[in-house]
């Protein structure tokens, strides 16, 4: 398995990690089953988050006695002190460790960021980092650039995770995936299929003939891949063609060839029809909605079955999809043609 060193960390981190927020959609048995496979594979980074259901529970269960061989990652909602602490302990005991590798402020959005060094959240990891409970510190950033730099800035990071596909070349690829590289703070790709997007698209009959042998999945890793400023991609995983798909991209690169590229980007432009991929173009709305936010966790409901997280994190929105009053605004800014207005309606009937 090819490896990249994670920013200053030093760590030297399988270029696939196991992102393992899809295990609450199977058995522990397949999970025990699939995580071991992936770490007898060369996968040594496997990703969960506090909030993914019983993920935690089940890499902790099915990977206890191998905990020294593969860096553990794992993200938590709250952003003050007694929160954080209160989370952290129980991730420890869910993921059955004593130490943690990375710990990751989970999804980051609007005045949590400031609410992360105002209010304790920070200094409660650098205490228990202190303490050998967890070793790094992360933050991850779904959609706002500008926070984006602010944390690669602050030198308070050692990894930013962020989503990034095929899809959000134009926003990330040319700027601040240089400046994290160049200032060593690892980058680590999450939802390099789009949230399962580029993994389920059935290929035309035009491009299959264009990515031979291969799925649409494992070339969109490698297109992820391609960008050397990303350490590691953490495709969400949990059927065993999935794992062998992604071992074989991280085992045996390769460029893309022109063709490829191309015939990706077709289906890039198939699939994206309408498809939010929260770059916030379209902010701030009148009424103060969050729109990505919003179709985010209406994606988390639907593709991730975390139902009751995205119902509470939709509820604790100050403002919710059925503020909006239709002015059409944000209709002209969306660059990838999302109906947003009726899709606002759909989210808001899913996650009230
Ligand atoms: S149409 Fe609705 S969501 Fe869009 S800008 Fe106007 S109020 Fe906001
Ligand atoms: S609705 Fe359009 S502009 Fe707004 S975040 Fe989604 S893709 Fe971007």
């Not at 994290?180 to 790709?189: D, F, P, Q, Y």
């Not at 949230?195 to 035309?204: F, H, I, K, N």
Request: charged share 30%.
């Amino acid at each position: 398995m090819q490896k990249r060193t994670l920013g200053k960390t030093g760590w030297e981190i399988s270029v696939i990690g196991f992102g393992a927020i899809k295990l609450p959609l199977i058995s522990h048995k397949e999970s025990e089953i699939l995580l071991n496979k992936a770490l007898d594979g060369g996968i040594n980074f496997v990703d969960t988050a506090d909030c993914y259901s019983d993920s935690e529970e089940k890499i902790g269960r099915a990977l206890k006695e191998r905990r020294k061989e593969f860096y553990l990652s794992t993200k938590i909602d709250e952003r003050d002190g007694l929160g954080v602490r209160r989370k952290l302990e129980r991730c420890l005991r869910r993921l059955r460790t004593d130490w943690i590798d990375l710990v990751l402020f989970h999804d980051v959005r609007g005045s949590e960021y400031d609410r992360i060094f105002d209010s304790g959240g920070l200094e409660t990891l650098e205490k228990a980092r202190k303490e050998g409970k967890i070793l790094k510190i992360g933050i991850s950033i779904h959609n706002s650039l500008p926070m984006m730099r602010k944390a690669i800035e602050s030198g308070a990071f050692s990894a930013l995770m962020v989503a990034y596909s095929a899809f959000d070349e134009d926003r990330l690829a040319a700027d601040l995936l240089p400046m994290a590289h160049n200032r060593g703070v690892g980058l680590i790709a999450m939802k390099p299929l789009a949230g399962g997007r580029l993994a389920e698209r059935p290929l035309s009959h035009k491009n299959r003939r264009f990515i031979q042998g291969e799925s649409l999945a494992q070339v969109s890793l490698r297109y992820v891949l391609s960008n050397l400023n990303i350490t590691c991609a953490i495709p969400g995983m949990m059927k065993p063609y999935e794992l062998n798909e992604n071992l074989k991209v991280g085992r045996q690169p390769r460029k893309l060839t022109i063709e490829e590229i191309k015939a990706l980007m077709e289906c890039v432009g198939e699939a994206g029809k309408g498809f939010c991929r929260n770059c916030g173009y379209c902010l701030p709305c009148p009424e103060g909605i969050p729109i990505p936010d919003i179709f985010r966790f209406e994606s988390y409901y639907d593709r991730y079955n975390l139902r009751e997280w995205a119902r509470e994190q939709y509820r604790s929105l100050v403002v919710n999809a059925d503020a909006c009053s239709g002015c059409e605004q944000c209709l002209d800014l969306c660059p990838y043609g999302v109906s947003i207005r009726e899709k606002l309606k759909t989210a808001h009937r899913t996650l009230v």
